[in-house]
């Protein structure tokens, strides 16, 4: 069972990693975007960390929604209200239980990723960060981390031969071709620190 | 660049734009540029807001006749649902708020949050999205058409009709109204380096330019190679046109993105004006000058906008901002 | 570049221009641009003048309470007398002309020759030289201080006080005395490209900048390595400071020399503005934009003014120009 | 002698001149300038050519004279109203002679020379064109281009190590050392001008 430590964890974990990832993400928001999501993320997540460190909400539920809240009140653009919905709708759908099980999760997670696509009107295939969130979320099947993960990751690598539909890669055209979505990227980066984090726990 | 960190640049600016502007009211820490009067009694607020960068859009179109407030986001990054509430609280007299969104999915989501809450708070808000981009086909397989140089008359005119008093429901008629009846098309001779990343946002070679681009430093639809300042006034004033019929005389906003000297934003403007004469439209207005920008790009871009006496009136009437500023 | 050819630059930004402000008579051929209702009765009236490429001075400044007439010379080059006199003629109204000419030996030679001819005409002329940048030292061994922002001020305000009617003696005087008030200092984070060349001036890497440039593309005193905004607004109002000794406060002008965006460049103004306080000069107004440009350059000037009561009076007092508009 | 027909020719070799050397002027006036000197005197001496076509001037004076007002009325710069003050100057002391000497024309040219010093307030190494005039009116001699072109090449070319003292050069103080001055330079190409106009006629 995973405690709202876990998730704190968790998401101390993708702070981690998107920091260590910021300047790979704003490179890959350069030659099809605005060049600004690594420096998106950072900000939000070091906020997360900042609001989670002071609030210590009590519950899995808690910590998401809070850290959801925390995105979109930080981040801005377009991966702010998207990745701020991704985790309040899983953080509700948690409800205030003080633990839940991986299959749990998963169910949650599948709700917040639905969000994101009712929220962004986006579908797998659009070059966006539900190219990552889907597949991961399909593999995660009752807590795999592990294949949620490397779903994920393929799932990122996976855009670079697609044309962009949704976001601003789209206003490209066919230009957006041949070039890996940063949100997507990051998306991988989400569920590697979750697996990563099952991984230390276990 | 002349910064000093990239994490500070919008507060930086801020805080500077308060020293300039004592008619403003700055609100550096929860980043929202006021009306020192606001809330005006009776009368409707414009809010508007996007990512930083487009200076002076849209801070600097804050001010009697125009916005009541804006919201700065990080440099090409949409603002915060937070900003917006927050803004449309301080200005809102009763009357109701007029959010002013160009159509990217960040400020989409980001207005459309404030506006739920900002209701939930018992604001009436109404919303008006800008999009008048033809480099962009508003498709299914598109964030449909981006919004850029005509939310400059959008702020304008609607923010001429509010101040006039007019009501929530035609304020944002007459916002939609100039929406619907303005065009814009932009070319790029180089690109623009934002402070996160320090360098060009990509490879543009002298001698080569990019069409059809945005205001977010993003490549065009195409290259191609240098073209004269009349062959790229012939493209940009002809895409527009092809998606645009005037059938009235139409407001032209020749804009420069950053960093395009004004003497060839005037060279320009007299090609463009040499264009629309060969089609025929005739020209009520026209505004030369960086008012709808992209950090440091080199290029422009042609807005038109079709008029009628009610739009042409409101557009002449007097606006007091630091970015436009007339008849007051 | 955003032209056609060289050689039509000036003409085709003086076709634009015309295009753009109905209210000024632009005169292509002969390249003067004059305020609508010039002459004015009884009052004096201000010309100015230099090269392209500065752009809004001095045609952005040419309308009520500014200048009568701007002659723009091609690129980076001084106007001929033929343009400077046949200014005068069109605005004198037979209470004279003042010459406000920016100390470039160009300048100085054209506007000379063109003050002899004017006054062969029966035009009564006066000239001021505006020569404010600390940069340069103003020794025997240099051509002397050179004119820059301080311009804009020494326009602003004697075009006030020429507005208000009042006689070529004083508005002359008023405008020496602002020059002599004023001080600034440039800097660099790009070289420009002028249209005849086609490439930048000189070669500046990224991460380093010039100190003590001018706005004719020239490089600067002295290279350095890139510094911040506030080390760099350290450095420009130190050095502003070190040759002016305001006793009164100042008008405070943070000028982008073109290609610099507006954030920044409002970023740089929140450094100004501590480094003043910091060293307890107090600042009555504070202008920021790009006012007095070098084409493409990127980079920002400082200039102060100490000005007394009558001379804020004067700035404040309205102004209707293309580049400079306040007040009506 | 020389005649009218002579000076026509003369300020025909130099625009020509010029116009080869534009790109070269601009150059030279890039680093220690504002790079305008070779587009400024090609559009000076371009409308030279037309105006002496148009007016043809009888006499030497005449030629130079107009020559002179020419430049003043179309260059601009710091050397419109010094190249223009040379050549009127030097044209109104030839006075109304159809024909002059090559020793009048030497007089003549002192005293064109000795205006552009009092006009601008250069001496030779201040690094100006008084770097090439001044030699080059030395050289000649009564008569001898030649020598008056080769030293006003010298001239110029010796202007390198100078430091600048007046003109734009001069702003950049101790930085001015090591460039060629474009308006020795370009006197340079004047009285090659005159020397190959003169060893034509011969
Ligand atoms: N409509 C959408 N649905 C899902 N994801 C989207 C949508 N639009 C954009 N994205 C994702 O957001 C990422 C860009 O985020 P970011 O750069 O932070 O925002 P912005 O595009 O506003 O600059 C894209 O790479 C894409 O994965
Ligand atoms: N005071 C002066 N006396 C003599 N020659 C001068 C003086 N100032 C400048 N020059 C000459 O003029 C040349 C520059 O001419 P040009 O580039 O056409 O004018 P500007 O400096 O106004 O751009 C210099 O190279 C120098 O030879
Ligand atoms: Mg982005
Ligand atoms: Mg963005
Ligand atoms: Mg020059
Ligand atoms: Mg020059």
């Given amino acids: ?202 | 660049m002349l910064i000093n960190v990239a994490e500070t640049v919008v507060t930086d600016a801020l805080r500077g734009m308060a020293a300039a502007h004592p008619e403003l009211t700055v609100d550096v820490e929860n980043r929202v540029i006021l009306r020192r009067d606001a809330p005006v009694a009776g009368k409707v607020a414009l809010v508007s807001g996007g990512g930083s960068g487009h200076e002076p859009l849209h801070g600097g179109f804050v001010g009697p006749g125009m916005l009541a407030a804006a919201c700065p986001g990080e440099v090409f990054t949409s603002p915060v649902p937070d900003q917006m509430v927050r803004a449309a609280a301080a200005v809102d007299s009763g009357a109701g708020v007029l959010f002013i969104v160009k159509n990217y999915t960040g400020d989409v989501l980001n207005f459309d949050m404030a506006a739920e809450l900002a209701e939930d708070e018992g604001i009436q808000v109404a919303k008006v999205l800008v999009n008048d981009d033809v480099a962009v086909t508003d498709s299914l397989y598109t964030a449909g058409r981006r919004g850029t140089g005509a939310t400059l008359f959008v702020e304008k005119i609607a923010g001429a009709a509010a101040e006039e008093g007019q009501s929530l429901e035609r304020v944002e008629a007459i916002a939609r109204q100039v929406n619907e009846s303005a065009r814009s098309f932009g070319v790029a001779l180089s690109a623009c380096s934002t402070p996160a990343k320090g360098s060009p946002t990509f490879d543009l070679p002298p001698g080569e330019l990019e069409l059809g681009i945005g205001i977010h430093g993003e490549p065009g639809r195409e290259r191609r190679a240098m073209m004269t300042s009349g062959e790229i006034a012939e493209f940009a004033v002809n895409a527009v046109l092809e998606d645009l019929n005037p059938t009235a005389p139409v407001l032209a906003l020749v804009n420069g993105m950053g960093a395009t000297p004004l003497l060839e934003l005037y060279g320009f403007n007299a090609e463009v004006q040499r264009v629309l004469a060969e089609r025929g439209v005739p020209v009520a207005r026209t505004l030369v000058g960086n008012y709808v920008t992209s950090l440091d790009m080199a290029g422009a871009s042609v807005t038109l906008c079709q008029v009628d006496e009610e739009l042409l009136r409101l557009w002449d009437a007097p606006v007091s901002t630091a970015g436009l500023r007339w008849g007051m």
Avoid: C
Wanted: glycine residues 12%; proline residues 4%.
């Fill in chain 1, 1 to 202: 069972m995973l405690d709202a430590d876990f998730f704190r964890r968790w998401m101390t974990a993708t702070a981690v990693a998107v920091d260590g990832a910021a300047a790979r993400l704003t490179e890959l928001d350069s030659p099809i975007g605005d060049a600004d999501h690594g420096s998106n993320l950072q900000r939000g997540f070091t906020a997360v960390r900042t609001v989670l460190d002071k609030e210590a909400p009590g519950t899995p539920g808690a910590v998401l929604t809070l850290a959801g809240r925390q995105l979109i009140s930080t981040v801005g653009g377009a991966s702010g209200p998207l990745y701020g919905t991704l985790l309040r709708r899983t953080g509700k759908a948690l409800g205030d239980a003080a633990e839940v099980s991986g299959a749990e999760l998963a169910t949650a997670l599948r709700v917040g990723v639905d969000a994101v696509a009712a929220l962004g009107g986006a579908a797998p295939g659009d070059k966006t960060m539900l190219d990552a969130l889907v597949p991961a979320v399909d593999a995660l099947d009752g807590g795999d981390f592990a294949a949620a993960s490397s779903a994920a990751e393929h799932g990122a690598e996976a855009t670079t031969p697609l044309q962009a539909r949704k976001g601003r890669a789209s206003y490209l055209g066919e230009r957006s071709i041949g070039h890996q979505d940063p949100g997507a990227t990051s998306s991988a980066l989400l569920f590697a620190a979750l697996a990563e984090t099952a991984e230390a726990t276990s």
